[in-house]
């Protein structure tokens, strides 16, 4: 059984989900270092390994013919795991004994000696008989559905089960994320609500509406005091004290900025709390010449491995994102999203769900949101509520439509593409084998 995945992230709460299940040693096997590892597990046929999808192109290299077997896959995230080069290779090493014998039989059959890669690289993009996929994923594309579904009875693709957001939700194996979902209109509302509620002190009432008033969101340090004065005062005492939020934003840039400017805050008013901020690469500010960021560097030194695990610890409450940690990210102690940046579609259900996870003690989730708008949350998470609904196949009119408009774009013309298909098909055509259909 190969349990796969093709984010770091996932594979390592895969991982540590799996390995502790009850079993006896040597049958897990966690690939947690490189690709001649799972190699080795391979080669041994240790029965249970869980690995990202991107080692199995490089283990091809290392690895020899292995013994026939049949592979059970089990694969997290469908709809991204599933295209490329890297699922090819997956189906190339589990394969690989059944394709190279049928490689050599055509190349016996039908006399060319000289072409065993070339038939075994078109094999290997085939149906395998000896690997059974089973394939798992809250928000399906069109071809995830051709891949691993069965047809309907309206002659759509459609998933084998269907675990629906409600039946989770009722079944309180999640939490409802749109429960307590607000936009910053309505939670300015709440506040100024306050100023005609008699059992409220009026100066203190006065006072917090005129810092709400003055809050308006237009910029980072507006948006700061509010999250952290929210987080501070109505977040952190939830779920025995061990609350976590995280802040979207929408650009690297605003993540730095963000961190810096949570950090001056919570310093300034000596809170309890400490950041943790996520992005890829190097950041370089265009007002800042000369100074660029990155994120082990505004970690104190926590390497992009160690996050998650210091994230879960009782020493960091917020986590400051760019795109990192909106999909797959499981923290079941995040309780608050604070959502700075336009989501729409799978996109906003996806990160959204990083609330969902239960917990002990985790009686509700909060949502804070500065861009979006209610009705379009909404909209976003109807499909996938009930059942999730998959869009039509695209057709050949839908593409000539498309073709024609990007022609009237002239960013490229009909003779550049002719020609370029003509070197390129010639190129191939010398040393490619025509392989007939089995």
Do not use: W
Not at 299 to 312: D, H, T, Y
Not at 319 to 347: C, N, S
Request: net charge neutral; glycine share 4%.
């Amino acid at each position: 059984m190969v349990v796969v995945t093709d984010r770091v992230v996932l594979d390592r709460q895969l991982q540590d989900t799996i390995y502790q299940f009850e079993h006896k040693t040597g049958v897990v096997q966690k690939i947690d270092k490189d690709s001649t590892q799972l190699a080795s597990a391979l080669e041994k046929g240790t029965p249970i390994i869980i690995t990202t999808l991107q080692k199995f192109p490089v283990v091809t290299q290392k690895i020899g013919d292995l013994p026939k077997r049949t592979y059970a896959v089990i694969i997290d995230e469908a709809h991204s795991s599933q295209s490329g080069e890297s699922a090819i290779g997956l189906k190339g090493v589990l394969a690989k004994p059944y394709v190279r014998e049928k490689a050599l039989q055509y190349m016996e059959e039908h006399n060319v000696p000289d072409s065993e890669d070339l038939i075994i690289a078109a094999l290997e993009r085939g149906y395998q008989p000896n690997i059974s996929f089973f394939a798992f994923t809250a928000t399906p594309k069109y071809k995830t559905l051709c891949a691993f579904g069965r047809t309907g009875p309206d002659g759509k693709p459609e998933p084998f089960h269907l675990y629906s957001m409600r039946q989770a939700i009722e079944e309180q194996f999640i939490l409802d994320v749109l429960a307590h979902y607000t936009t910053y209109k309505t939670y300015y509302k709440l506040v100024k609500s306050i100023e005609d509620d008699p059992e409220v002190d009026r100066k203190k009432a006065a006072k917090a509406l005129a810092r709400f008033m003055a809050l308006h969101p237009v910029n980072i340090s507006q948006k700061t005091e509010v999250m952290v004065e929210h987080y501070q005062r109505h977040v952190m005492h939830k779920i025995g004290g061990r609350a976590k939020a995280m802040v979207v934003s929408d650009s690297r840039l605003a993540a730095v900025r963000y961190k810096q400017a949570f950090d001056h805050y919570i310093a300034e008013h000596q809170y309890p709390i400490k950041t943790l901020v996520a992005f890829s690469g190097e950041v370089t500010d265009k007002d800042l010449r000369g100074v660029s960021y990155t994120e082990v560097q505004m970690n104190g030194g926590i390497r992009e491995k160690e996050l998650p695990e210091r994230f879960a610890s009782d020493e960091y409450q917020i986590l400051i994102v760019a795109e990192k940690y909106q999909t797959g990210f499981d923290q079941p102690l995040l309780h608050t999203m604070y959502l700075d940046k336009r989501v729409a579609g799978v996109q906003a259900v996806q990160t959204l769900s990083r609330l969902n996870r239960v917990a002990t003690g985790k009686e509700d989730t909060f949502v804070l949101d500065f861009i979006n708008t209610s009705d379009e949350i909404k909209e976003a998470f109807q499909p996938f509520y009930e059942v999730t609904l998959i869009q039509d196949k695209a057709n050949e009119g839908q593409l000539n439509d498309l073709r024609s408009r990007l022609l009237d774009y002239q960013i490229f013309y009909l003779q550049e593409i002719e020609e370029y298909s003509r070197i390129f098909f010639k190129i191939h055509r010398s040393r490619a084998v025509q392989i007939m259909p089995s």
